[in-house]
């Protein structure tokens, strides 16, 4: 079991940053994939970012390229998304993610532990 605790929403202007933070129990969080998820009011749940065990693997969906970074602390049980150059359409209740498989974090969302989200809102 992994239990996952997401904190650093909050609202932002856009063009603005926020850093978004997930710390996970257990003891063997280094063999788990992470992940980030956005659900914007109305929409389906989106695959945002993810990180193998090692942090030698990301990948993000496009929309985020080149504005968030996702990286790990694993010493610290904790996986971030800084999210940079915030636009409106990045409003969303983002949540962390965990899975064994680093393909399955965006695959197999149905595998992964979920934490409870964390509201982000950028205004325009």
């Known amino acids: 079991q992994v239990q996952l605790v997401e904190s650093g929403g909050g609202l932002v202007q856009a063009g603005g940053s926020l850093r978004l933070s997930c710390a996970a129990s257990?003891?063997?969080?280094?063999?788990?994939?992470m992940g980030w998820f956005r659900q914007a009011p109305g929409k389906e749940r989106e695959f945002v970012a993810v990180?193998?065990?090692?942090?030698?693997?990301?990948y993000y969906t496009d929309s985020v390229k080149g504005r968030f970074t996702i990286s790990r602390d694993n010493a610290k049980n904790t996986v971030y998304l800084q999210m940079n150059s915030l636009k409106p359409e990045d409003t969303a209740v983002y949540y962390c993610?965990?899975?064994?498989?680093?393909?399955?974090?965006?695959?197999?969302?149905?595998?992964?532990?979920w934490g409870q989200g964390t509201q982000v809102t950028v205004s325009a």
């Open positions: 990180i193998s065990g090692s942090s030698a693997s990301t």
């Open positions: 257990g003891r063997t969080f280094s063999s788990y994939a």
């Open positions: 993610a965990a899975d064994k498989a680093f393909i399955g974090v965006r695959l197999n969302p149905h595998n992964n532990y």
